[in-house]
């Protein structure tokens, strides 16, 4: 029962969220939509199993939406920042930088959260990620301490993402 | 003040900030002379720019027309595609040393970008010079 749970339903999740986003592309709520938005929901990640083998453990959803709040609030003050610099400071006198950031996070899902947080948040871009996955680089448009932005990307980040992420 | 007037101000609003930042995206892309600090620009764009246009859309709708949350869907879908493409981007250049280059690694490790295979090397040599 629980083998034909777990091939029928591969990534429970997924089966909600597509589920949920086919009735919020359809724009109405009937009972037809949602019943066809399972089935896609159902088809969907079944098809997709052998392309992502090992399901994520389990993630806390409550921390989760924190951590999605702090990210919004920190776009909206990054962008202003950073359009500030765009505005005022002249190519000569811009510092861009290299950080790396030695990584605590072992799961493929969690990285790839933390890169996308990082390049969403204007100022910093995941560029590349080390061959063993222990190390990401990330490319900084100004700064004048370095090290103090890797560590507020490792506190504020890196840190929720690892009690998130169980 | 009725709700129609106040909804019309939420509007505009909306629209001015993210026309204001969609230019200074644009601005950005145009005055940056490095690839890497170019790549900077479009990542602003698809959140703010592209999002404060999509609330006013958002209010616009349950205002005065149908009221739809489509574009809170393409907020998703933006910010689930937007890292990837900027990932790919960052990746080519410095793969092809088109920017200053990142600092080495502890140990033996390499930047995934920078691992050839031992086989294509001489190819990417050849492209080199």
Redesign the interface.
Known sequence: MVRLFRWLFPHPFLTVILAVVWVLLQNTVSPGMIVFGLILGIIIPRLAAPFWPERPRGVRLTKLFAYSVIVLWDILVANVRVAWVVITVPNAKLKPAWIVIPLELRQPEAITVLAGTITLTPGTVSADLSESGRYLLVHVLHTHDADADLDSIKTRYEARLKEIFI | MNIEIIAAYAVSACLITGA??TL??A??LL????S??R???P??V???GVGMLLLASIIYGFAFAEA???E??IMAFL??T??IS??FI??V??HRRNC?M??E?PGD?????L?VPVADRETQEAERA
């Open positions: 204001f930042f200074v995206g601005i950005g005055k940056f002379n490095d890497m600090t790549l900077h620009a990542t602003k698809g959140t703010i739809a949350i489509h809170a869907l910010f689930v937007a890292p900027a990932i960052a990746k250049n410095v200053d990142p600092p690694l490790e390499l930047w995934a970008t691992d």
